[in-house]
């Protein structure tokens, strides 16, 4: 199920893909491809947020991990298995970021609890994501853009929720995730590369006619 939601006024529109949807990957990239910045001169970061800890919240982890191990990945990636961004160590490592890519345009991904039917779907954002306002935690908003996986039902009990999640769906939204975001982030450098030369092309042409 696709679902397009105005979430107020002025506010942006978020996009909800379950995972197990037809071209699901295809159809999570056309979402991402836009919202990334034009110019190639700003970095990208993309920071996942979560802990191997609990099986729920291993979901930001897992994608930094994939999306490290892919050699053609384009961008920087904080927070794997290896080392994780979490609560404990989140503001430290926003600093770190913002001192090793200043300026950049930051990505999130985080996973979250949400309404029964709409476990298992994957939901991309403008703006920043907000990492524990699931249990009820205190923590500075993450990203230009963010990408959540809805791991769990909320309302009750929430950290006992994210540790008894199945491992199974968490894996399977990773991967959709991760694979998106490499193909979005692929075709972004791809349109950036033609700009450029359209540009220096321009300007060759200019040259000639003076």
Request: with cysteine.
């Given at each position: 199920m696709f679902l397009k939601r105005k979430l107020g006024l002025g506010k942006p529109i978020q996009y909800k893909l379950h995972h197990e949807e037809k071209e699901a990957t295809l159809r999570i990239t056309e979402q991402i491809l836009p919202m990334l910045p034009e110019s190639s001169r700003q970095p990208?970061?993309?920071?996942?947020?979560?802990?191997?800890?609990?099986?729920?919240?291993?979901?930001?982890?897992?994608v930094g991990t994939k999306?490290?191990?892919?050699?053609?990945?384009?961008?920087?990636?904080?927070?794997?298995?290896?080392?994780?961004?979490?609560?404990?160590?989140?503001?430290?490592?926003?600093?770190?970021?913002?001192?090793?890519?200043?300026g950049a345009f930051i990505i999130g991904i985080d996973a979250c609890l949400g309404r029964l039917n709409h476990v298992g779907m994957v939901s991309i954002n403008d703006g920043p994501v907000k990492p524990g306002a699931g249990v009820n935690k205190q923590l500075p908003p993450v990203g230009d853009m963010h990408i959540t996986g809805i791991v769990n039902v909320s309302g009750f009990m929430e950290y006992f929720v994210l540790q008894n999640t199945r491992l199974s769906i968490v894996m399977k939204m990773a991967d959709l995730i991760a694979d998106s975001l490499h193909m979005a982030c692929l075709?972004?450098?791809?349109?950036?590369?033609?700009?450029?030369?359209?540009?220096?092309?321009?300007?060759?042409?200019?040259?000639?006619?003076?």
């Open positions: 990208v970061v993309v920071v996942c947020i979560g802990t191997d800890r609990s099986t729920g919240d291993a979901l930001g982890p897992l999306l490290y191990n892919k050699d053609t990945f384009p961008f920087h990636v904080y927070g794997t298995l290896d080392d994780p961004v979490h609560a404990v160590n989140l503001e430290e490592k926003l600093k770190m970021i913002e001192t090793e890519n200043p075709r972004k450098k791809i349109q950036q590369k033609n700009m450029m030369h359209q540009t220096e092309s321009r300007s060759q042409d200019i040259y000639k006619i003076q």
